[in-house]
Structures are given as C-alpha cells and as structure tokens.
C-alpha cells in the first residue's frame, strides 16, 4: 500500500512537473470552451442589438423607443414578435422587447390620474426577453432597460412603467452547454490514452525493467497509474466545468454522482486504450503518433464539432462505435440535460465493453521490457 | 550489512542458455561467485554479459541450465529474491523529473526494509545533488543515483551492469572507489564491463565472456600466467622488421602484430631487447615507443578471440 501510494505520489509529481502534459489534459480544453464560448457568445463589441416590437404604435411608444435609440450602444431593428424571438433564439439579437397594445392609453391615463392627485391605475409594462443562462449579456440588458425606464418613470411615482421579463434559451445556451461537456469528455479520454506516451517511455528508458526488479508488483505499478490518471481526470473536470459555469453560465442540472460515475469510467477505458496503444508502440515517438491516431478521429467524429446525424452514413458507423461518443453523450445528458444520442445505460455498456477488450488485449499485449 | 546468512556459493550457475530469435545469447555457461567477492563479466557488447545478469535479476527465464542466488532460484522464486538483492541496470536514467531525494524515497517505499534516505546520499556523494532532478544529473553523477537505489533495501548482493560505460575517468575512478567500498561492507558484487582496465582494478575473479560463452575464468593473475608466463616488449611496428625476424630472437616465446603495435612475448627481456636494438641498428632504423610490460588482459583477449577489445 505505501508503494503504490508513493508511486502514485510520483507519478502526480512527474506529470504536474511534465508542461507538456499539462497543456494537453488541461489548457487545451480550456483554450477550445473560451475559444468557442466567445465565439458563440456574440454581440462582442459591448453594443445591444436589440429587437423592437411594437404593439401599441402610439406616440408614447415612440419615445420610448427613441429613449432606448439614444443611448449610443443600443442597435434597434424593428420586427414583429415572432420573427424577433426567432432572431433572437438564433443568436443575431441580443434581446427583445416587446411594447405591448395598450402601452400609450395606460401611459395617458397615469399620468392624468397623477395630475388629478388620484391614485394611478398602477404601472404599465414592457415584456424584456433575456436569456438568464447568459448572465453577463442579460445584466446589461436589464441596466439599458432601467436607465431608460428610470428616466421616464421620474415623471411620477409609483413607477409608470416596469419590465416583465419573459426569458427564452438561445442557440448560444444550447451550444455551450453542450461544448462544456463534450470538451470534459474530450480532456478525459486525454488523460486516458496519453498514459500511452510516459509508459512507452519508461519502458524505452528501462525505468519500468528496474522497477521490475524490486518487489514492487506489476498490480501496485498498473493501479498507481490508474490512481493518478483518475485523480487528473476529477481535478480537470471541477476546473473545466467551473469555468463554464463561472465565464459561460452553463448551468449544471444533473446529480454530481453520476457525473463523477461516468467521468471515472471514461478515464478508465481511456486508460486500458492508453495501455492497449503501449502494448504496440515500441518508442515513445511512435507512441506519440499512434495517441495522434486514436484521438484526432474521435474528437471529430464524436458528435462535439459536427452533429452526428450530419456525417455521411460511413462515419456515422464509426460515430456509433467510437467510445468518445458515448462519453460525450452521457456527460451532456447527465450535467446538462442534453437530447440522448443513446440511453445512458447503453453509453456505460459501450464504455464498460471498450473497458474489457482494451483491458482484454493489454493484459495479453503489453510488454514490461 | 545484515541480512541473511547464506550457505554456499552467492551465486551458482550451471548450465545457463538463452536464446532470441536466431541468437544465442547466452550458449551454456557454468560460473559461481563467493560471498563478499567482486566478480566481473568482462566480454565485448553482445557477449551475453547482460542477459546473464538479467537472468541472475530474476529479470528474465533462461531456456535451460539453473541459477541459483542466494540459495534461490531466480526464475522460478524471484519474489524471495528481490528484496535480497541490488540492482543497477545498464541504462541509469530514472524518473526524469523527479529529484535524487524523491527517487531514493520512492525506491525506499517497495522494500520491507530499508536504509535512511540522507545515509545513501551522504555514501554516494550526492549531497549537492539532493534536490536536483534526476534529468539534470551529470553522467557520473546518475550513475551513483543508480547505485544509491540499488543499495536503498541494504543489500546481500549487487549488481552492477556496465557502472562505469561512458563515465569520464575522474567520475570512473570515483565509481570504483564507491565499489570497493561495497566489498569493504561485506557485500557480494557482480559487475560486468568491456573495459579491462576496470576488471583488473576491481575484480577479484572474472569470467571472459565472448558469443555467450566463458572463454577463461580465473583471478586477473591466472589469467595471465595460464597463458604468458613471459613478459612482452613492444614497440611501434617497423616496416623493415619481418616477423620471422622478430621471432628468432632470442627468448622470444611468440610475436603479435595489433595495429600498429607489436609485441614480441619473451621469457627474457634482456637478452631479447638487446637482440632487438641490435637487428634495427644493422639495419639503420631506432624502435620507437619501446616499452616492456607484463600481459595484460587485453593480451589474454586477444589471444583468446584473436581480436581486441575495445569499446
């Protein structure tokens, strides 16, 4: 047990100290979320583009509109309600309000009964879409929607008009939401199969031969490989997921256990395809190509770039044979409560089953010396 | 040291074979080393000196013959054996990254029982070096990590392959200091080189090694009287000096010509350097580099294979 701990010890020790590794497993995902994250996140420049529907037509309505107009960073285009949330839910406007009929008649009959001294029939409203998964973007909606408001609403209180926001999810939310996930099974199956990679090299450079030749058992030296990798894996996805959840408002809904369920079962069966890969690489460079081989194919034909049911019927065969897919799908259905490619249990079989042939072939394959 | 106490032979080979492929590695060898003995297996790379120590590690099953190590037999009770032995391996590199101190730490950590971290580094000299990553280590200095990790567990026997290949001979001759001091403890030692000098300073008996074979096996001095008892005089090759010249000198037991060496064997230097100096003289030419010495192991090699043993 000391062994296996301090070899585990060790080895945390080599890969924190190895920079190389560290960006693979944990810059490189996060360099694609924030990449993609600002990409889709839009708007950019600080500006709102913001789509006006007008309902009412009414004078009162037209200077609220060139209230909102007036502040420089504000872009209006007008639309009809339907065509804006439609806009919007694409991710060309920002938000969308709506000034609804009636806007102009209970504006007038306010701001009489305040004139009289009578208490006014209450305050009229404006329907604000946002998107609450954006927080950044729906903050600064709702503070041009008070600058402007509060200007009006000087005239008299209690306040003429409010907002009522009424919020939509946009193509942005359902995007990142599902990159966060998607790139936490990516970085997992990297931990896994660059395990390939330092055990090819340590083999190349007798490290695992000297080993063999102290007590230490085969099994302490597999399971500290395995402690470490699962221990990356768990650090990497409280990072990933708190910088979604922080810079991205992606929201978590689904149980952290089972989350953690998949992740560790991912990292496993990426782990026996690393040792599978080691099994056949005899130098650490044809190791390094041969993780080249696995991973690149699997990041693009996982589901995470293109959707699947776009590819050509070929790929979409090698999609549904592709361990990553599953992973990927799983983590999107259970933190995010994305659309199931496959039920989940049938993603953990698929894991379970590249688990025990991989595990199957290594145990077979794998060379200490 | 303590330990156990063994009965008989350290080590105890009879018979060994190991083949890969189409090459006979090690073709039948029979050898066994005394407690608190430095043996050395001196042969050119591919002898088979490394696939024998691998065997003795417990590191590789021979295909025939017996190995026993401390009254175990090391293919077949090689866990009853490990915690036993020390082992340096060819290759010295480690763990890049991690530094001396965490190394011998790690390696204390697989052994039931083990010597104080700051006692190895203190005895291999690398105090200096404590918290210096293994990547960053000099040449010589890797190789006393290494031999500081073989002496983590303290212990009986060790081995030590080829310590001292590509050392320059400041850090060489260090290593051999840091051997002898093993034997000083008590402890028995197997080492193999292909640097003869090494085996005639260090080793108490040797075994020459050639095509997984043990050609000769003996003290450096058997060696050497089992086939010259004569001493040799050599010189830079003359081109007027035939060899059947040289031969008829008196004394002179036998000629070889190596390079651009010459050496002429003689139960007599006198008479065969007067002899010598006078034919050259008749003939207007001076030896150059003239020089009388006793055979060397090279000598032995090279009588033994027919050709020199160099690195």
Known sequence: MTALLALT????????????????????????????????????????????????????????????????????????????????????????????????????????????????????????????????????VFQSVGAVLGVVNLGGRPPLIVPEAATIQTENLNFISYFVPSMLALSVMQVGIFAAIPLVADREKLIL???????????????????????????????????????????????WALTVVFVVLGAVAFLALGYVIASFAKTEDAANGMTSVVQFPMMFLSGTFFPIEQMPDVLQT??????????????????????????????????????????????VKFRWQ | MTGGTTVGPAIAVRGLTKRYGDVQAVAGIDFEVAPGEIFGLLGPNGAGKTTTVEILEGLRAPDGGEAMVLGHDAARDADALK?????????ASMYPKLTVTELIDLFRSFYPRSRPTADLIEALGLGERKDARSADLSGGQRQRLAVALALVNDPELVFLDEPTTGLDPAARRSL???????????????????????????????????????????TVDELIAKRFQERAVRFDRLAGLA?????????????????????????????????????????????????????????????????????
């Open chain 1, 9 to 140: 010890v060790a080895n945390i020790k080599s890969y924190v100290r190895d920079r190389a590794a560290l960006f693979w497993t944990l810059a490189f995902p996060l360099i694609f979320i924030f990449m993609f994250g600002f990409i889709f996140q839009g708007g950019g420049g600080g500006g709102l583009q913001i789509g006006w529907v007008d309902e009412d037509g009414s004078s009162a309505s037209t200077q609220l509109r060139a209230a909102f107009a007036a502040i420089e960073t504000n872009e209006l285009t007008d639309l009809p309600e339907d065509q804006a949330v439609e806009q919007m839910r694409d991710g060309d406007l920002d938000t969308v309000i709506v000034v609804p009929a009636g806007y102009g008649a209970a504006i007038e009959a306010s701001t009489a009964a305040i004139a009289s001294g009578a208490p006014p029939p209450g305050p009229t409203s404006v329907v604000v879409y946002t998107d609450p998964s954006r927080q950044s973007l729906t903050a600064a």
């Open chain 1, 209 to 255: 031969k000297r080993l063999a030749a102290t007590p230490l058992r085969r099994w302490q030296l597999v399971g500290s490989n395995v402690l470490m990798r699962l221990l990356i894996a768990l650090a990497q996805s409280i990072i990933i997921v708190a910088v979604g959840v922080a810079f991205f408002g992606v929201q978590i809904t689904g149980p």
């Open chain 1, 318 to 363: 090698v999609a549904r044979l592709i361990p990553l897919t599953y992973l990927a799908d799983a983590l999107r259905q259970v933190m995010v409560g994305g659309a199931a490619f496959a039920p989940l249990w049938v993603c953990a079989a698929v894991l379970l089953g590249w688990l025990v042939v991989c595990f199957g072939i290594a145990a």
């Open chain 2, 83 to 91: 915690p036993r032995i020390g082992v340096s391996l060819q290759t």
């Open chain 2, 176 to 218: 051999w200091d840091l051997v002898r001091g093993l034997k000083a403890d008590g402890r028995t030692v197997l080492l193999t080189t292909h640097y003869m000098e090494e085996a005639e300073v260090l080793c108490d008996r040797l075994a020459i090694m050639d095509h997984g074979r043990i050609l000769e096996m003996g």
């Open chain 2, 243 to 311: 060899p059947e010249e040289l031969a008829a000198l008196p004394a002179v037991t036998s000629v070889k010509e190596d390079g651009d060496e010459v050496l002429l064997f003689t139960r007599d230097v006198g008479p065969t350097i007067g002899a010598l100096l006078a034919l050259a003289d008749g003939r207007g030419l001076e030896p150059k580099g003239l020089a009388i010495r006793r055979a060397t192991l090279e000598d032995v090699f090279l009588d033994l294979t027919g050709r020199a043993l160099r690195d």
